[in-house]
């Protein structure tokens, strides 16, 4: 299974989505700063995570929730989390 994943910076509210297999692996990689684009803005919170058979599903909905649009909307679906 793979995912899609949201996460918040809890320095300054920045959104992140990635994709993984292991969600739990993942975001402790990016909390122990072990991902160049995000370890400056660690600590990171997951918002929520959707599910995909294959890798190439969760890339493409990856892919298409980066789009600036699609990020926008889901600023404002968090923005209180």
């Not at 793979?2 to 990635?18: A, C, E, M, T, W």
């Not at 909390?31 to 493409?60: D, F």
Request: aromatic content about 12%; glycine content about 4%; overall charge positive.
């Amino acid at each position: 299974m793979y995912h899609v994943y949201f996460l918040k910076s809890q320095v300054n509210g920045d959104l992140y989505i990635g994709s993984c297999e292991n969600i739990s692996s993942r975001i402790a990689r990016h909390n122990n700063k072990s991902v160049r684009s995000t370890k400056a803005y660690a600590p990171w919170k997951l918002l929520g995570s959707e599910s995909y058979n294959t890798r190439g599903e969760a890339v493409r909905r990856e892919r298409f929730l980066k789009a600036h649009q699609q990020k926008e909307i889901l600023k404002e679906r968090f923005k209180n989390d």
